[in-house]
C-alpha cells in the first residue's frame, strides 16, 4: 500500500485515467473487497489468498533464489514466480482487449512491483536443516517485543512489516489492510532520504523485473540474514540497517511502479 501510494502520485494524468478506468471494473468473486481505489488495489492479491480459486497465484507473489552458507546443494528456482508473472501481467496490460485480464492484471502488477522489492521475497536460505531452503524467511523464526511481551515472529513476516514500522496489517490468508489514513506518513517516510532521482533506480529502464529480484537476493544475503541468529532477539544495530533497507525497497518499489506504468501508458 505504501508503494501504490508512491507510485500513484508520479502517475502522468493519461495512466492515472486509464487505472482508474480498470480499477471501476470488479473482480469476482463477490466476497473479495472491490478494490477500486490504486492503494486498496495493491492488497488484492492477499485479499483473495483464503479462496482456493486463486491457489494458482500463490507461488507467484515470490521466487526463491538459494544461497547456502554450509555448502547445502541448491534446489532449483520454481519456474512459476514473481518475474515471470510480472512479465505474463504486463503483456496483458500492454496488449489485451480483454478489459476484465487488464483489471485483474492490473491489480496483479500493483502488488507484485511491492513483492518483488522485499529481499525475503526473492532470498530463501539452504541449510542441511531446510534444503529445500527456509520459505525466505518463513522457517526462520526470531523474538521479538510486543504488547511488552516477547513473542515468536516468523524472520517474513518482521520485514514484510519494516521490521515492525510499517502500519499494522493482518497476514494472510485473512488479509486485514491497514487504515488508509496510516499510508501516507509511512510513505513519506520511506521516500525520506531515498530520492527518486538515484541514478541507481534505473528508471529509464522499467521492465527489468530481473534486475529488481537480484538486487533483492543480494540484500537478503548482505543485510536480511546477517548478523541475527534463529531464535534469538535482533540487535538494535542489525534493525537500523534492516529498517533503512526496508524504508528503502518500498521507495524504489514506488517509483518503478510508476514509471512502468507510465511506460505503458505514455502521455
Not at 209 to 220: R, V
Request: hydrophobic share 40%; with cysteine.
Amino acid at each position: 500500500m505504501m508503494t501504490a501510494h508512491i507510485a500513484f502520485s508520479r502517475l502522468n494524468p493519461k495512466a492515472k485515467a486509464k487505472v482508474a478506468e480498470l480499477l471501476l471494473i470488479e473482480i469476482p468473486p463477490a466476497d473479495v473487497p472491490k478494490s477500486t481505489d490504486f492503494v486498496s488495489a495493491s492488497h488484492w492479491a492477499d485479499d483473495v489468498r483464503s479462496n482456493s480459486q486463486f491457489d494458482f497465484l500463490k507461488p507467484l507473489h515470490f521466487i526463491d533464489k538459494p544461497f547456502s552458507l554450509d555448502g547445502t546443494a541448491l534446489p532449483e528456482i520454481e519456474e512459476e514466480n514473481i518475474v515471470k508473472a510480472l512479465k505474463d501481467n504486463v503483456e496483458i496490460l500492454k496488449t489485451s482487449t480483454d478489459k476484465n485480464a487488464q483489471a485483474r492484471a492490473l491489480r496483479l502488477v500493483i502488488h507484485f512491483v511491492g513483492d518483488i522489492h522485499q529481499p525475503l521475497h526473492c532470498t530463501t536460505k539452504v541449510s542441511g536443516a531446510f534444503p529445500d531452503g527456509d520459505q525466505g524467511g518463513n522457517k526462520f523464526n526470531i523474538k521479538i517485543m510486543k504488547g511488552g511481551k516477547l513473542k515468536v515472529e516468523k524472520l517474513h513476516s518482521y520485514w514484510d512489516g519494516g521490521i515492525s514500522t510499517f502500519p499494522p496489517s493482518g497476514p494472510p490468508p485473512k488479509f486485514i489492510p491497514p487504515p488508509l489514513k496510516s499510508i501516507a506518513p509511512a510513505a513519506s517516510l520511506a521516500k525520506k532520504g531515498n530520492p527518486a532521482s538515484d541514478p541507481a533506480l534505473k528508471l529509464d529502464d522499467p521492465f527489468n523485473f530481473e534486475a529488481w529480484a537480484d538486487e533483492s537476493f543480494q540484500l537478503g544475503q548482505d543485510v536480511v540474514y546477517k548478523g541475527i541468529r534463529s531464535g534469538r532477539r535482533p540487535s538494535a544495530n542489525y534493525n537500523a540497517r534492516a529498517l533503512k533497507v526496508a524504508r528503502k525497497r518500498v521507495a524504489w518499489g514506488g517509483y518503478r511502479l510508476a514509471a512502468l506504468l507510465n511506460s505503458i501508458w505514455p502521455e
